[in-house]
């Protein structure tokens, strides 16, 4: 049931605590979001420079900030289906995991078209 309680500054304030709770939980447990994380950190000064307009460079870090919040959805999916799964197999457990990995998959995709595109448009 929704909050009947007047939002402020102090509610954004503690959603925003929550949420950097939950990055740092990510990178801590998470060792794709970290491989992910240092492959962004590595590809934001390519962009930078292989970005011929303000939108290329958009284009560019949008993808590679799609794929981590891609990879978060799959790991709290992940972790839930943990939670309710524990050591037991179970086929829908399983369908869960491999969809969000599919997912994290067609975000990485996309992130190599869009780089392509851009290098083939601007270079070739």
């Known amino acids: 049931m929704a909050s009947k309680q007047r939002r402020g ?3 954004i304030y503690a959603a925003f605590l929550w949420s ?3 990055l740092k939980a990510s990178f801590k447990h998470e060792a794709s979001f970290r ?4 492959l ?3 590809l934001t000064p390519c962009a930078i420079y292989l970005a011929q307009s303000p939108m290329q460079l958009l284009l560019l870090l949008s993808v590679l900030l799609l794929v981590l919040i891609i990879e978060i959805l799959n790991s ?3 972790a839930v289906v943990d939670m ?8 829908l457990a399983k369908r869960a995991k491999d969809m969000g990995s599919a997912a994290v998959f067609l975000g990485q995709v996309l992130v190599v078209g869009t780089w392509a ?6 270079y070739f």
């Open 117 to 122: 595109t851009v290098v083939y448009i601007n």
């Open 84 to 91: 309710v799964c524990g050591e037991k197999y179970h086929d």
């Open 35 to 38: 491989l992910e994380v240092y």
């Open 76 to 78: 709290a999916i992940e």
């Open 20 to 22: 950097m709770q939950g």
């Open 9 to 11: 500054i102090k509610q």
């Open 40 to 42: 962004a950190l590595i």
